[in-house]
């Protein structure tokens, strides 16, 4: 498994090597352009603590709330001031009020449709990151949480007029229109630990650091670390294949997913990654699957 991903490494390199010229020879989309960049130009995992949310809030620094649960849940309980837009089609119609010079913090229930719903808004033009661990495992874990909460719903704001490339809106238009269709691109662990079993045509993709890959991975996985220029990497990916992407927790699995499925790629996150003890007991490891090194 070792050589797998020394072998991924090594073209990831020759391809970035090489990125100039291929930028320069190969006519990309507006869509592939943006899409590349998200990893060429990221400054960070784009996902950020709720406690960092609080206190951006609290020093009444400029920013945007977005809860993408359910209608139901948002009027449940959400942050105040925060706005709904389920993850799916309502996502796409969003586009016409979201801001595009501050931040957009979003929320969903665990970290992972938040970080596919991140990965688009990003590749639209939206300055977004998401909310680690969302609602359940992270705003609501957060010291001081209660005083932010309100049943009081926040109406969406007037149109910002930003203008988007049509291929790029097309491309988000339909990401978020299969949503209520097809499911939210998340297998659980049970789920895809059957599929390998049985068999089935399925690459795993683990985003995970170098050093974590090796000291234990899913059998047959390869390794693209989740790092500035990984979408090199994505090269060596058939598009006849269906991946399973994880991460830790799968926050940032989430994002890969957004922008392999942008690219054209059958990819989906698995349900809590790898497993941390946030996520217990969900995960791969904390359901007891095999890992070899």
Same mark, same amino acid.
Request: proline content about 5%; hydrophobic content about 45%.
């Given at each position: 498994?070792?050589?797998?991903?020394?072998?991924?490494?090594?073209?990831?390199?020759?391809?970035?090597?090489?990125?100039?010229?291929?930028?320069?020879?190969?006519?990309?989309?507006?869509?592939?352009?943006?899409?590349?960049?998200?990893?060429?130009?990221?400054?960070?995992?784009?996902?950020?603590?709720?406690?960092?949310?609080?206190?951006?809030?609290?020093?009444?620094?400029?920013?945007?709330?977005? +809860?993408?649960?359910?209608?139901?849940?948002?009027?449940?309980?959400?942050?105040?001031?925060?706005?709904?837009?389920?993850? $799916?089609?309502?996502?796409?119609?969003?586009?016409? /009020?979201?801001?595009?010079?501050?931040? #957009?913090?979003?929320?969903?229930?665990?970290?992972?449709?938040?970080?596919?719903?991140?990965?688009?808004?990003?590749?639209?033009?939206?300055?977004?990151?998401?909310?680690?661990?969302? /609602?359940?495992?992270?705003?609501?874990?957060?010291? $001081?949480?209660?005083?932010?909460?309100?049943?009081?719903?926040?109406?969406?704001?007037?149109?910002?007029?930003?203008?988007?490339?049509?291929?790029?809106?097309?491309?988000?238009?339909?990401?978020?229109?299969?949503?209520?269709?097809?499911?939210?691109?998340? /297998?659980?662990? +049970?789920?895809?630990?059957?599929?390998? +079993?049985?068999?089935? +045509?399925?690459? #795993?993709?683990?985003?995970?650091?170098?050093?974590?890959?090796?000291?234990?991975?899913?059998?047959?996985?390869?390794?693209?670390?989740?790092?500035? $220029?990984?979408?090199?990497?994505?090269?060596?990916?058939?598009?006849?294949?269906?991946?399973?992407?994880?991460?830790?927790?799968?926050?940032?699995? $989430?994002?890969?997913?957004?922008?392999?499925?942008?690219?054209?790629?059958?990819?989906?996150?698995?349900?809590?990654?790898?497993?941390?003890?946030?996520?217990?007991?969900?995960? /791969?490891?904390?359901?007891?699957?095999? #890992?070899?090194?």
């Amino acid at each position: 498994m070792k050589k797998i991903r020394i072998a991924v490494l090594v073209m990831a390199a020759l391809l970035l090597s090489n990125l100039a010229v291929t930028a320069q020879s190969t006519k990309m989309t507006p869509l592939e352009k943006a899409a590349m960049a998200y990893f060429a130009d990221f400054p960070s995992s784009r996902v950020i603590p709720a406690s960092k949310v609080f206190a951006s809030i609290d020093a009444k620094e400029k920013l945007f709330l977005l +809860d993408i649960r359910t209608a139901a849940d948002y009027e449940k309980g959400h942050l105040k001031g925060a706005v709904n837009a389920p993850f $799916g089609p309502a996502l796409t119609a969003a586009l016409a /009020w979201l801001p595009d010079a501050v931040p #957009v913090y979003v929320n969903c229930y665990t970290g992972q449709t938040a970080g596919q719903a991140v990965a688009v808004l990003v590749v639209a033009g939206i300055n977004a990151q998401s909310i680690q661990y969302g /609602w359940n495992l992270g705003i609501t874990k957060t010291e $001081g949480y209660e005083a932010r909460v309100t049943t009081t719903a926040t109406p969406a704001p007037e149109k910002t007029g930003m203008k988007i490339d049509p291929s790029i809106m097309t491309a988000v238009e339909a990401y978020f229109a299969a949503i209520p269709t097809k499911g939210n691109n998340i /297998w659980a662990a +049970d789920k895809i630990k059957a599929a390998l +079993d049985a068999k089935q +045509d399925l690459l #795993v993709v683990s985003v995970q650091q170098a050093k974590d890959y090796d000291a234990g991975h899913i059998a047959g996985s390869i390794n693209i670390p989740f790092v500035k $220029g990984m979408q090199t990497g994505f090269a060596q990916l058939p598009k006849n294949k269906t991946f399973v992407v994880h991460c830790y927790s799968g926050q940032t699995a $989430g994002q890969v997913v957004g922008i392999l499925r942008l690219l054209g790629y059958d990819a989906v996150s698995m349900k809590s990654g790898m497993g941390t003890p946030v996520t217990a007991p969900s995960g /791969w490891v904390n359901e007891g699957f095999p #890992v070899v090194k």
